[in-house]
């Protein structure tokens, strides 16, 4: 299987403080997801991305999420003010532009004290 | 976006086949059937997909009935390595984005 890479394994922050996580993309795959794990629970949808654009964001993804891609290959998350809530396991995905399978990391688990 | 429903846990003995069901009787004509699987809190693990004919690959075989509406994820021979928490989605095309939406899963343990 394809293989997508996150970066850290673990993170953890103070509340208040900010966060990036980033991901190191499939080669040519265009299409990048982040979705988020609170312990137990399910896997939930947080954004998709394409071209630079945020293509869907769901409600969790609120003003205190960002994702970009700052160097053209990397795509990070970015957790501006960190509350104890967002204390999860992020995964980021990935799906080619020709493809239909998104693949995943991972995970990065951050951890809000 | 299509709503799926699957039995929270489910018990297989190792070495026998395990029948994961799912029902998805919202499901539109155009939307794929996937099923991923996650080991412990790993990354979710692709498995397989389809959109009306059965499907078949080195890990399992999909059984989408003629309506749709519902399908099965078969583990021809399950080993202990197999437990895990396996999860049927219906990708949904909304916004110019596919979404791969995720629903609570199946808890499969394999006894051995």
């Known amino acids: 299987e394809p293989e997508v890479t996150q970066t850290p394994s673990h993170q953890v922050t103070q509340m208040g403080q900010e966060v990036i996580l980033r991901c190191v993309p499939i080669s040519n795959h265009l299409y990048f997801y982040w979705y988020r794990q609170i312990l137990g629970q399910k896997v939930e949808f947080l954004v998709s991305?394409?071209?630079?654009?945020?293509?869907?964001k769901s409600e969790i993804f609120d003003d205190q999420f960002s994702v970009e891609r700052p160097d053209g290959s990397n795509f990070t998350l970015k957790i501006r003010s960190t509350k104890l809530e967002d204390s999860a396991m992020y995964f980021c995905?990935?799906?080619?532009?020709?493809?239909?399978?998104?693949?995943f990391g991972e995970g990065s688990w951050l951890t809000v004290v | 976006d299509a709503k799926t429903t699957q039995p929270t846990s489910m018990d297989c003995a190792e070495g026998r086949a395990a029948n994961l069901p799912c029902n998805h009787s919202t499901i539109s004509g155009n939307e794929y059937v996937y099923w991923y699987r996650q080991i412990h809190s790993q990354g979710p693990q692709y498995i397989i997909h389809g959109l009306k004919n059965n499907e078949t690959n080195e890990m399992a075989s999909l059984i989408i009935t003629e309506d749709r509406k519902s399908s099965t994820l078969i583990l021809p021979h399950a080993t202990l390595r197999d437990t895990a928490v396996y999860y049927c989605?219906?990708?949904?095309?909304?916004?110019?984005?596919?979404?791969?939406?995720f629903g609570t899963g199946t808890r499969l343990k394999v006894l051995a």
């Open positions: 995905a990935n799906r080619p532009s020709s493809g239909n399978t998104i693949y």
């Open positions: 989605i219906v990708r949904s095309f909304t916004s110019g984005t596919y979404k791969y939406i």
């Open positions: 991305f394409y071209n630079n654009e945020i293509s869907e």
